[in-house]
């Protein structure tokens, strides 16, 4: 893990690759938080030897998958990623808690769901 990056939940069975999946292997938000604002999630990652360029690949897909089915503004408000050597920084902002469960929904439901979860062994 990069300096200043933390996880929401350190247990193998969740994904490293950051606290946006933290909720696909998790229960909904209540509903009571749901009435919060934007949710803003930020962190690093390094690709693993020789998975950048698989990563890279799956992340730029999933990147064309939230687009396509029409995230963008609606849902997801900024989904940025700033490279640096060996990995990204990632930032995304969510409009409230609603929003976030609703893009946990689209990306279980992505043709592609199998390999966005094998990210999980490919960054550190």
């Known amino acids: 893990m990069l300096p200043g990056s933390q996880f929401v939940n350190e247990t193998p069975d969740v994904f490293r690759w950051g606290p946006l999946l933290f909720g696909l292997l998790n229960e909904p938000v209540d509903a009571d938080v ?3 604002g934007p ?3 930020n962190w690093s990652f390094r690709f693993k030897a020789g998975k950048e360029q698989q990563a890279k690949a799956i992340i730029h897909e999933t990147i064309q998958y939230y687009s396509e ?3 963008y503004g609606s849902i997801l408000l900024n989904f940025r990623f700033e ?3 060996g990995g990204y920084t990632v930032i995304q ?3 409230d808690a609603a929003s976030f469960e609703k893009h946990l929904s689209n990306t279980k439901k992505a043709p ?3 390999d966005i979860v094998a990210l999980n062994g490919m960054i550190e």
């Open 34 to 36: 749901k009435q919060g």
């Open 39 to 41: 949710i803003v999630m």
């Open 69 to 71: 089915i029409g995230e």
């Open 83 to 85: 490279e640096f050597y």
């Open 93 to 95: 902002v969510f409009k």
């Open 112 to 114: 592609f769901y199998s």
